[in-house]
């Protein structure tokens, strides 16, 4: 396919995968530059639920088959995620969705922590990655904010220097910008966070569908995601290392487990969804053996997944940020040069002119192109870069089961948007 730099990439087998993308729209069909905000789910996911329902749907930890299905089903469904965050299933948490995970997390990490003491956040983060460690500051503890660099919406490293101190018990990054789509260095920044007997947490919700996640490797304390941006169904699951999961304690009823990681899931889980979080991580594996059928277990297919489906995604973006560039009254935010697209994914945000984003996704919408216009949670972002009170930004997403033809509507489309 031109211009997406990968022939090997096999997009019509991907597209198969996913029935939602037959879908028409003004007798158009649909194209999904909607993923920042929740991706498309594979059949197998739809599969996984509906088996679910029909031969395990039971409570826990009950003396009969359809429990006891249940309970493998989860067991299974956490042994997938802890290939994908490459660490042991009892160091993976599910829950509702990664703002009410980083709720608790911080709770239970604030009844550790005094006055004075003080949090790192970023004005890149969505505010899930924000407001929950603001919430602590009705204990007394203080919230430092690192900066961005406004030429091209990367975080201040110097400011971030600055703000980690002694006094720093946690700093709270994003390993991907949902917005202007900018990667964080946030293996250096681990390694800062613990220099100063910090802990670190990762908010990987953005970056989960764009790349592969090594806990090992970043040596993070904690790294939250979402399955639903990264093709599985709507939950939140949240890595931990060991010892903290033991340490922090989280509210909980009294009958309900002690035991980590189960003591930090809350009431009934929705293991409906718990069964397509599975099927979603090995449809990531089953695209890496399509990609590279040598690979053997299944971290090995989704790392061979994700190198694909990068090249692929790169070759897009370039794609598009080409063609955005001839469009007058263009302002794209954040990195533009190829040569340094490792430092970003392929979600990107722009303002054209001073039409209002709102009535450039409507026109997108009517033509079945999908977009998002707001400021998509990532208010300090929004506020920072001063499109706040003008609508915010219009932003398009591009994952690896999009294509060339639709990078090319959606440019034909901006050319004919009425100035
Ligand atoms: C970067 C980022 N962090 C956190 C969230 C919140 O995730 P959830 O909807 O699972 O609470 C989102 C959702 O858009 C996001 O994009």
Redesign the pocket.
């Known amino acids: 396919m031109p211009g997406t730099g990968n022939k090997a990439f096999d997009i019509a087998w991907v597209r198969e995968q996913f029935p939602s993308l037959k879908l028409q729209v003004n007798r158009q069909p649909a194209a999904f530059l909607d993923g ?2 929740g991706t498309q789910v594979p059949k197998q996911v739809m599969d996984a639920v509906q088996n679910y329902f029909l031969t395990a749907n039971a409570n826990t930890y009950g003396a009969f088959a359809t429990s006891r299905r249940n309970d493998a089903l989860v067991a299974s469904a956490r042994g997938a995620m802890a290939d994908f965050f490459n660490c042991d299933s009892g160091q993976v948490v599910f829950g509702q ?3 009410t995970t980083t709720f608790a997390l911080a709770r239970a990490i604030g009844r550790e922590m005094k006055p004075h003491d003080e949090i790192v956040v970023t004005t890149l983060d ?1 505010d ?2 924000v407001a929950p460690w603001r919430a602590l500051e009705e204990k007394g503890v203080v919230i430092r904010q690192v900066d961005i660099r406004e030429a091209d919406c990367t975080l201040d490293l110097d400011d971030l220097k600055r703000k980690i101190s002694a006094k720093t018990k946690l700093v709270a990054v ?1 390993y991907a910008s ?1 917005i202007v789509g900018t990667i964080n260095p946030v293996a250096e920044i681990t390694k800062l966070a613990h220099a100063a007997g910090a802990l670190m947490f990762i ?1 990987a ?2 970056y989960a569908p764009h790349g592969l996640i090594d806990v090992k490797a970043l040596d993070c304390d904690f790294l939250a995601c ?1 399955p639903y941006k990264f093709f599985g169904p709507h939950m ?1 699951t949240l890595y931990g290392k060991r010892e903290h999961l033991e340490k922090f304690k989280p509210y909980k009823v009294r009958p309900a487990s002690d035991v980590s990681p189960e003591c930090w899931e809350t009431g009934t889980q929705v293991q409906e969804l718990i069964a397509g979080i599975g099927a979603a991580v090995d449809y990531i594996a089953e695209l890496g053996r399509h990609c590279d059928p040598r690979v053997k277990g299944r971290r090995e297919a989704l790392q061979a997944a994700y190198r694909a489906t990068h090249q692929y995604e790169t070759g897009l973006l370039t794609r598009l940020i080409e063609g955005l560039q001839t469009i007058p009254g263009m302002r794209i935010f954040g990195i533009t040069d190829a040569k340094r697209f490792d430092q970003r994914c392929s979600t990107l945000s722009f303002r054209l002119g001073d039409h209002n984003p709102t009535k450039i996704a409507a026109f997108l919408g009517d033509r079945g192109i999908f977009t998002w216009d707001g400021n ?2 990532a208010l300090n972002l929004s506020e920072r870069l001063d499109v706040e009170k003008h609508g915010g930004v219009l932003r398009v997403g591009l994952v690896h089961y999009n294509t060339a033809e639709e990078v090319d509507r959606l440019l034909a489309a901006l050319h004919e948007f009425p100035g």
Do not use: K, L, Q, R
Request: aromatic share 12%; charged share 5%; proline share 6%.
């Open positions: 920042p905000a969705n990664m703002t969505h899930a990655n994003g949902n908010d919700v953005h979402s939140g998509f949670y």
